[in-house]
């Protein structure tokens, strides 16, 4: 499982609507729905006959909005997103997304799920012209691209801005009068399109399509950017590179309930539980999987042994953020705030335990402890993905090869570490099976190969 | 599923301790624990040396209480209390506990987990003799009765005031210098007693031992009265009749990882699916279960059936209060807050749905028709519970017959009332199984035979 | 001036209103009059047809109140209060009034200005008779002796418990179809009553009249209840003693446009100024006032003594409750969060400061070390009222004779100590004249003679 | 009296300390000070070796900010602000000062008070070379200038961006170790140098020198910009124009207390209400003020003509935003939220009413209706301002020239529109003498004559 500090990840949806009926109110529980993408901030901007208006700001959706904003943020044309708070945690509030920005051409306002490489580079270049910057966010740079391209016209100003960027991502734009949606040329980062009557969602992924009431109609394609407007839809660039998406929406990011690129995840993930059985079997009493992101691939493993499948590990299902720390005493007792054993299934078993990854290694070693506290016989660990030993610069934020555990140990050394009776990983191969092609996917955290480098 | 309406509950937690120096801390994760016995209000009284100061508000745990609460509520005794909110939500504030009062002897804090039945009885009574009520609280009931036998000490007048008491309950009290906990005869609810190093815990819930990292010493016996205080913890009464725990604690109230009077109601629901397998067997594709409720006696039913068992509907994680409702068109689009079916695995199946319990019907009458729409080729709902028949008057506030839809219709209807392919119940004798004793439970919901009658 | 702590204050209003229409507010605004009597809780409780509903919360009128409550308070009566929070800071929550108890007659809300000296012997009576407590206020002593005298009807009732109690009082209750106010025998707390259109109000100063645009129509007599239903109004009680109305309400509490029992506080307080300047006249350069008790007072004075008004001390007109506090240092260096003295007026000048009261000395001190630190060559401070000697048990809450400066120093020895060049007060006789009566006060803390003793 | 809305004003403040122990605190004192200069936002920035961090809301002073933020903010040197909203209320959070960026050279933070002319001319320009604005504040295009100046130093850079700009400003900047403040060739805006120990401090005015403790220095000459750094402060540029220091300053923005410009506000008020009592005289019993800003110079009218100064009109200390307004019947019946008549004063009464200004006319009309209605038997007005005839684009956002009232009709016709007996201004020869110089002023509201044109 990952830890929050690892993930760079959001998540992005614009609507285009035929009235200004129901626009924000689709587009919070369109958020609602991918809340799970990120947990930090929110935020919604809404245009009105080209007057933009937004409300953004720390916290859950079901926290941040209130009546009277839904009632200031009326219009046809909204782009939202949740997201991780990153980079610098002080300046929380100016990172929060959308950016909303006015410039030659009218109003323009972004949101962004993905990573610019070569960010860095380019805002040294802006700034050796000049521009000031506001915020850490990737989409400022976007922004101030397009407006340096702005004789063109916004379409066009656009192109040639992505041209300038490497990355990945799935940006949502909005203009006075249009709906602008790009995935990045391996289409690292998903997007979908929906339609509900006569109007267009796009979202990062098929859930929020089901939590409004929308139909999936398709995937944007990597590379391509697709405006929405009075007119209707169309393509206004394609050029895609081999798509790439990365291997850990299938394994982490996205909900199980999602299609991404036309694929289940919860398919994907019963599949991987399925492989890893049959690859790495091992004798026990019940399969059990860490909650929640190991639940459904101990699923499939359990199908596929024959060993009964069980609850091991209860959640507090009512945890948030809270201002009252456990004392060190507390601490030292085994004070458990998330998590608790369900003794019964573990004391005196051989216990299976799968999870979707181990990235720093710190997270399954608290668990295993649980486990053996309650007087687990054996502790049989199998992840659903294989050993992460490269540091993603793409959108995970994974930490310097020396914080993954398996950069720097074997298995053994690992199992050894974590103090289990045995740890096995999938295969990558069998991983791209259950995902249902060999090829199509990002691999580099597992194997250190990128499709784009590092700058 | 119970609906929210449907539910008088609470969770209770005492603690006596050595020193002052984290009670606070231990009562907070120890509420934590119990979140889920009641997500309304909650409260913490702390004793200084005679002075008990409380604070208390609507909210979750990790929502009402802050640092400077913290700060201020020091002490070595400490109750507190989750609760649903009931009866009269316009008055929410004051009906939240605990009760904090001063009479002759001192201050007086208490807690309540249960029904009064002779609650109005008794007001009534009070009420002729000049007394005035400030809530609608049962504690408050208790209390005045407490103060009116003032004469003697404060466990002589506790005694005399449960003489006159006749319902439900788990009660922790607080005097100035005393922890006291009284479980009512038929100890229709649940209290248990805990031990961290020198220190006493008493909670609803072996769940909240667990949180902060208590041992397990004992149930709190039916009719039992106990007292903490600097000489240790004894018994100072005990009459109690034929164990009547609350069958509900087992279906549905309590948490899985929690021991109720010995019994792990895991294993319980786990066996009672598997009863129901063999009670009413169906051929189908996929179990899968109700989240949460229905979900273990799901996986017990899929192990007996050898059908696999799959996940059929996700639930979001993040919902909470929120401000914004959908519109009626949105709602007519089927907008999906709280849920949403995982497709893939229903489309063309035959599904096996498994829930605790049916009591109005309307909950799953809408998850029925989610796996319909969602193209479920068959749906075979069980229930882990036998048909809830009668009203409860003692704890559970289920509405009267006329809305309990077992009470007015067969099975059969029922089944085609919710649009399914089949419909049964465990035997209450195959639940009885389950739950480890062939009585020593109240069956009222299910018999119409209360161990208490209604006033 | 007098401190914070030094003061037990609150303003009541109650309204008996024909329609529904906008009974809560013309509470609210009528409270907002009245917000210079206390700005520490607040709170309002409405009858809507026997049901009473309230709410009440710590802070200002204008904060506490949001839409929401105002939709949810709807009905025809109304009672509300603003006060100062004492005897318990800490339980400052659950002594916020109007206190709303059920009891054998229905529902009774009460607001109290004023205090039970016979309070404690009171309360340990009910206390033998097993009555419990839920706060420190006078308020629920009186609903427990109304409600033991529940035979009678509420009125008979009211008027037994009132022959119980000692102190001062301006009370308005609620019942389930009428609005009672009762003035204690001395009138020590001021009540009036005002009527707009068809409706009644109640309120403790004629400002709030003036605020909701109700016209005056009499004060309440002491010793007087009056009932108002939808029969109209009419007074069931009448046994006034002498009058003997608080001083400190002409010198201090009132607002400068109200009339207390027929005078004019401005005229009062200006006629003071007068008296005072011919009584101690001294030779100056300019007259100011302390801001804001002793501006009326200190134009009086200028007028009379025609040496020029001006304005020597400003006030920050937007100080609030901070979380900030200075640092020592800032504190050292003197830092000036209130008041900040005008230089221009004060440097090289013979300043006469004319104030209200004197009660510890601690404000005047710092006030005339402000005029000292600006340059004023001399100091002459001229007070309003007589040297305060005795502590008030009606109402004041002063300080024990020792806190009190002018129990222990002489003028001279207290000019002395608070750094100035003279030092002197208008007379009793003097302060009576302007008040318009030379008998018809309580003045006790001058003399030490009170109207009611102290328990 | 100015109408909120026709206002942009503003108060900043700027610190450079030897030491990171309380910046924070002498900052928020030193904006409570100025918090009559703006009462809708404020804004803190604190640069702790470079590293600039900041927070901002809407609210008061007292209202914004937090412990927490006060522990966040540690750092050597500050720039803060309060200020009114204005242009667009609904963006209202990102119109919220200090404007921090980063730009090629480090850490850039701007508070401003005033207003750029060529503001839109400006952002035009930087819009065609494909700048992005993020607000409608001139701070923004300010920064942007700078940025792009960005091959020089940043005090030459700034020096050039001065050169581009036309208005009024008080400026103050933070770069990563330098504070630096500019203020406009003209002066319009004022600024003052304080220091307390070996600290510098600048503000809008000297009474927030008093707030803190710190010692007046000298006024920023208009057209100076100063450096302080680690080695003291030293001006860097100086290009004067004859000072034209807005005129509404002395008349109504700055407090009583402070001096600007070297000149007493309370003297000035004072000689403008004795010059308006000898040109413009006439017979009454008392003479009275606007609250509170006709105060000050009725207190000097009534001292020339003799006639006694009298309160007429009582404020409500203890108004803040609410959502609860008043129904239609209640506006009818004169709900009175922040004044009221004091009858005894006006009753019968020939009253003589200063105010500072008559913008609209709508403030007095209503003003003279409560007196009338009070019983007033006549009401002479007298302005301590000539007629406003002209709008104001330098600061103070009068409305167009035909809603001001003294553009449109004589005085004649303003006292029967506003129901007086008899309306007066001061000369503007006569305010200039008050003012203390004949020239040095920026009079262009009153003649139409202005140091800068209009773009």
């Not at 459904?296 to 009964?308: D, F, L, M, R």
């Amino acid at each position: 499982m990952l830890n929050k500090e690892d993930i760079i990840l959001s998540g992005v949806v614009g609507i285009y609507s035929k009235d200004t009926n129901q626009v924000f109110q689709m587009m919070y529980y369109g958020l609602y729905g991918l809340q799970h993408r990120g947990q930090v901030s929110t935020g919604i901007a809404v245009n009105n006959n080209g007057f933009v208006d937004y409300f953004k700001d720390l916290g859950l959706v079901h926290e941040v909005y209130s009546k009277e904003v839904m009632e200031r943020l009326r219009g046809n044309i909204a782009i939202g997103q949740v997201r991780f708070a990153f980079r610098n945690e002080e300046k929380a509030m100016q990172n929060v997304e959308p950016l909303v920005v006015g410039y030659r051409k009218g109003a323009l306002a972004i949101v962004h799920d993905g990573k610019i490489v070569n960010f860095l580079k380019l805002r040294d270049q802006l700034e050796d012209n000049g521009i000031i910057f506001q915020s850490d966010l990737d989409s400022e740079v976007i922004a101030n691209l397009i407006a340096r391209y702005h004789k063109d016209d916004v379409e066009e100003a656009l192109i040639k801005a992505l041209e300038d960027i490497v990355g990945s991502y799935a940006l949502i734009m909005m203009t006075n009068d249009k709906l602008i949606a790009a995935r990045d040329p391996y289409g690292i980062k998903p997007l979908s399109l929906g339609k509900i009557k006569e109007d267009y969602i796009l979202a990062s992924e098929t859930c929020a399509f089901d939590t409004i009431g929308a139909e999936f109609v398709r995937d944007i394609k990597p590379g391509e950017i697709v405006v929405i407007d009075n007119k209707g839809i169309r393509t206004i660039y394609e050029k895609s590179k081999d798509r790439k998406l990365c291997l850990f929406e299938s394994i982490y990011f996205a909900r199980p309930d999602s299609k991404v690129d036309g694929r289940s995840i919860y398919l994907t993930r019963i599949e991987a539980g399925r492989i890893l059985a049959r690859e790495a079997p091992v004798d026990g009493d019940i399969v059990i999987g860490a909650p929640d992101s190991g639940i459904v691939a101990s699923i499939g493993y359990a199908e596929e042994s024959k060993i009964p499948y069980a609850e091991g590990i209860i959640k507090n299902r009512y945890v948030g953020r809270t201002f009252i720390q456990p004392t060190q005493e507390l601490r030292e007792q085994g004070v458990k705030i998330k998590l608790n054993v369900l003794k019964e299934n573990i004391e005196g078993k051989r216990i299976i335990l799968v999870d979707d990854s181990v990235v720093r290694g710190t997270t399954i070693k608290r668990t295993v402890k649980m486990l053996k506290d309650a007087g687990a016989k054996e502790v049989h660990v199998r992840i659903s993905s294989p050993p992460v030993k490269y540091p993603c610069h793409l959108g995970m934020d994974t930490p310097s090869s020396n914080h993954l555990i398996a950069s720097n140990l074997t298995s053994g050394e690992i199992a050894e570490e974590i103090g289990v009776d045995s740890l096995s990983y999938i295969s990558l191969k069998g991983l791209l099976e259950a995902a249902g092609e060999d090829n199509g996917f990002c691999q580099g955290c597992f194997t250190g190969k990128y499709p784009i480098l590092k700058y």
